[in-house]
């Protein structure tokens, strides 16, 4: 096939490809056009997902319906991919060696932002962190502009209206942005996940921890030495209370700031001891730029957590059903079990992504009576637990559902994190949590 030839009229000193029409490709190619940028975007889906949106709003733009491979770049000057695109495979390997710019939506936001940045990585609590924050910064009467990997793309934020933007990032996120300069940032913890898309630990670790390369604080957590990046880091932790930002425990456990108990864990409504990590973590955020203590409280007391992440969905029969779908890895799904002190039946399985999921074995000892197990890697899965814990094979949701309710009992947690991905059988995660959610509410 002859290469497809892109023909550009120049309106600023950079000429883009935007790769690919999903929601990020979308936000792109929307603040290319309006800010008068050179711009043709290309995806070579049957129905890019986003294609009628575009021609809706911009009737001119140009979308090229072939693949990547076919089009020649000689005429491009940048491109423009997003996250799900791997930047290590052969093809944007050899575009990157001709001396094209390959970068990401941070990076054009990045590029643009004129207020100050508050950026959040790590394996897991991401989201949850993201949104507590923005809420302390809303608590205090200022405006947060809160997205990125989570709800709103970072580039529909922009406003002058915003205070703080308050950014999850992802490692993919990471990989393709330079410029960023985070006013404060953290690496919440780091476990094996997306092995499919990193050579090792090690490797996945580095691309996290690239956050504190131009951060004027950063915020790591002493009890995970994969995120620490300097001896000055503030550091929190759930296990130490020399840390800044910590845990006390005499007549009532508290969250604690240098020693002072602020809130006792009691009154939040985030459940589990991994989500007393993560206010942690957004209390050292806030406190770097100068959000009061009522604010704070405040938020912590009333931020009931997001949907899909050790959410409560009912107690039947004195069993409590907690959907943790997005516990999408070992690392997110081990939290989470150590969260509870109750026994715990683990509904789990899906696509593992590489991960090593033996690394739970002690984790499914001391918490877990029995894993119902279903999904793609379910074999291999059960071959890395099957002398650590009962696992029962179930063939999907709703017969883990049903398995669960026949052997649980009175003070048991009924547990769906899967420590793996759910696109062997769902469309997401939170299409995995909905359907759960569902047949749990059909028993009451």
């Known amino acids: 096939m002859q290469a497809m030839k892109l023909h550009l009229t120049m309106h600023k000193d950079q000429r883009y490809l935007v790769v690919g029409l999903g929601m990020t490709g979308y936000s792109v190619a929307c603040y290319l056009l309006q800010q008068g940028y050179a711009c043709v975007i290309q995806d070579d889906r049957e129905l890019p997902p986003y294609l ?9 733009a140009v979308v090229i319906r072939e693949n990547l491979s076919a089009i020649m ?23 990157a060696k001709s001396g094209k710019r390959i ?20 394996s897991n609590g991401k989201s949850t962190v993201t949104s507590l924050l923005g809420a302390m910064i809303e608590a205090d009467g200022k405006k947060a502009g809160v997205g990125g990997n989570i709800g709103v793309p970072a580039l529909d934020l922009l406003s002058e209206n915003i205070d703080f933007y308050v950014l999850e990032l992802s490692s993919f996120q ?24 990193y050579d090792d630990l090690a490797d996945y670790q580095q691309s996290k921890k690239s956050i504190y390369a131009k951060a004027s604080f950063c915020v790591s957590n002493m009890d995970d030495d994969l995120t620490k990046n300097t001896q000055n880091d503030i550091q929190f932790s759930i296990l130490n209370s020399s840390a800044a930002f910590s845990v006390t425990e005499s007549a009532k456990t508290m969250l604690a700031v240098n020693g002072e108990g602020w809130i006792e864990t009691s009154e939040l409504k985030l459940k589990g001891r991994h989500n007393w990590a993560n206010c942690l973590a957004a209390m050292a955020m806030a406190q770097q730029i100068k959000i009061s203590k009522p604010a704070i409280i405040k938020a912590l007391k009333s931020f009931g ?44 399985g899906g696509q593992s992504k ?15 009576k029995t894993v119902l197990l279903f999904g793609q890697d379910a074999d291999l899965m059960e071959q890395s637990w099957q002398h650590c814990v009962t696992i029962q094979r179930v063939e999907n949701m709703q017969q883990a559902v049903k398995s669960a309710s026949e052997i649980a009992l009175p003070g ?16 997401g995660f939170a299409a995995r949590g909905e359907h759960f959610r569902s047949l749990v509410r059909m028993m009451q």
């Open 52 to 60: 009628t949106e575009l021609m809706e709003k911009f009737p001119s």
């Open 103 to 122: 970068i990401g939506d941070i990076e054009l936001f990045a590029e643009a932002v004129d207020k100050p940045v508050l950026a959040i990585t790590g």
């Open 174 to 197: 990471l990989e393709t942005t330079s410029s960023l300069r985070p006013l404060v940032c953290t690496v919440l913890n780091v476990s094996e996940d997306h092995m499919d898309r």
């Open 354 to 368: 590489g991960a090593d999921a033996s690394v739970l074995c002690e984790s499914l000892k001391q918490h877990v």
């Open 412 to 427: 048991d947690i009924v547990l769906l994190s899967p420590a793996c991905a759910s696109f062997d059988m769902y469309s």
């Open 73 to 95: 770049l000689s005429d491009i000057d940048c491109l423009v991919v997003s996250p799900g695109l791997s930047i290590r495979s052969p093809l944007m390997q050899k575009i």
């Open 305 to 348: 957590g997001l949907s899909h992440r050790s959410e409560w969905i009912a107690e039947i029969n004195g069993v409590s059903w907690i959907n943790d779908s997005k516990g999408t890895n070992p690392g997110a799904t081990k939290a989470a079990i150590e969260g509870f002190d109750e026994p715990v039946i683990l509904l789990a």
